[in-house]
């Protein structure tokens, strides 16, 4: 057996890539999909050789500790119906826990480090409650390096500080999230924070750097215990990634200080990604989080499961048909459908129902209200979903969805005879006002209106 700390010899001699020679990407939420997805693009670009990562974690320090002992690689399975390809990945040169301030603030720093990626979940972009405080400390002191901020975010804006204290080279921040327009987000998100703390440094985020629009599809499960396949190949890896064979990502915007050949791995580069990203957004995000909501009540555990549930697959079906009807002309979505039943059949990929129902209320907003409301704007009947906001409701109220960050939003709502109207309030108070959507909600699953 062979651990997973090869030279670039070895690596070529057991067909791994050769690792890139520096750091030119920093990324923010070291996970299984950024090494199933971004990590993986930048080792299959042309020009890998040139972009190594140094990458940081979110909550948890444990998967840094794991691959610093490993040198930053690890084995990627690519699990198919039929069989398992494992390939080890050598675009990540550095792991650091997101306590490591310092090292982001010297990478941030170095020009030649192009730019930023992030996967962070939807409720991940909030910054915390001390971090204004903190960012101001530090600015005053001087010592970036010292500084203890709560969120990515603040994170973040301590390293783009840094670097602007530097020359302020220009730089790429690139969100890999299902937040619609998620450039926009970050970029309206970061100067925000800056502009309580200094208006040069808010001033320079919007003059001197770029935010890419992105829209990301790669489902990557948890792992519970060992993968047989990754001892089979020949490897010891004590974080090893599952992941299925499909990978998309499009993007949309400006890199001023270059980026890799991706569109030489699969990616998109177009002018206009909203369709795009709507498409994965509510065809494959909606859907998943459908049979997440259902699924759990009907007492399923994987999404393989509740897809094959007839009354879980009609549910998506009926958004489908109203999603569809919202995308332009020229976007494909008949094969695409059809390519993600294929996908969520998978029954080798463990994608577990109460991983996808983690952050409901957020997800909800983005992929159901959304799709409502565009629904009744152009006249239609969003019956669709409503059926799938009722799945949530449902959900909710039998307590099979994890806590989220609307957790006491959510639980004042339950204890109120209004809660149907009070829990659509929370995701779109324009459909909240909608008595016809109620109505459509209300009988999909039963629920009482007020």
Not at 251 to 272: C, K, N, Q, Y
């Amino acid at each position: 057996m062979n651990a997973v700390h090869l030279d670039d010899r070895a690596l070529a001699e057991r067909g791994g890539s050769a690792r890139p020679t520096r750091v030119r990407i920093v990324h923010l939420g070291l996970g299984n999909f950024h090494r199933a997805h971004q990590a993986w693009y930048t080792a299959h670009a042309a020009d890998a050789a040139g972009w190594g990562i140094a990458a940081f974690t979110g909550r948890s320090p444990l998967q840094a500790d794991l691959l610093q002992e490993q040198d930053g690689l690890y084995c990627l399975v690519v699990r198919s119906e039929d069989a398992d390809r494992v390939e080890v990945v050598p675009s990540i040169l550095e792991a650091h826990d997101a306590a490591r301030v310092d090292r982001l603030v010297e990478l941030l720093a170095d020009p030649a480090v192009a730019l930023v990626t992030l996967t962070v979940t939807e409720a991940g972009y909030r910054p915390g409650e001390g971090d204004a405080a903190e960012l101001a400390r530090v600015f005053a002191s001087g010592r970036l390096q010292d500084a203890a901020p709560q969120s990515a975010l603040a994170r973040l804006l301590i390293g783009l500080e840094a670097r602007r204290r530097a020359g302020g080279a220009p730089i790429a921040i690139v969100p890999c999230d299902n937040i619609p327009d998620n450039g926009d987000f970050v970029s309206h998100a970061l100067v925000a924070l800056a502009a309580e703390v200094s208006d040069v440094l808010a001033g320079w985020i919007a003059s001197d750097v770029s935010f890419v629009a992105t829209s990301v599809d790669r489902i990557t499960p948890r792992i519970d215990g060992d993968v047989d396949a990754v001892h089979a190949a020949g490897w010891i890896d004590h974080s090893p990634v599952v992941t299925e064979p499909f990978a998309d990502w499009v993007l949309s915007g400006a890199f001023p200080a270059g980026r890799p050949a991706w569109e030489t791995a699969g990616a998109r580069f177009v002018d206009d990604l909203a369709p795009w990203e709507n498409r994965k957004l509510w065809l494959l995000n909606g859907a998943h989080s459908i049979l997440a909501f259902a699924g759990l009540v009907r007492g399923h555990e994987t999404v393989s499961a509740a897809i094959a549930d007839p009354e879980c697959r009609a549910l998506v079906d009926d958004f489908w048909h109203e999603v569809v009807q919202l995308l332009p002309d020229g976007i494909e979505h008949v094969d695409y459908r059809r390519a993600l039943l294929d996908r969520f059949a998978n029954p080798r990929i463990v994608h577990r129902l109460a991983q996808i129902a983690g952050d409901a209320t957020t997800k909800v907003r983005y992929r159901f209200a959304a799709v409502a409301e565009r629904t009744l704007a152009r006249g239609g009947e969003p019956r669709g979903s409503a059926g799938a906001i009722a799945a949530w409701i449902d959900a909710v109220r039998r307590g099979v969805v994890p806590e989220d960050a609307f957790a006491d939003d959510i639980a004042r709502p339950l204890n109120e005879p209004a809660s149907t109207r009070a829990l659509i309030h929370l995701i779109s108070p324009q459909l909240a006002t909608d008595d016809g959507f109620l109505e459509l909600a209300s009988a999909a699953h039963h629920l009482t209106t007020a």
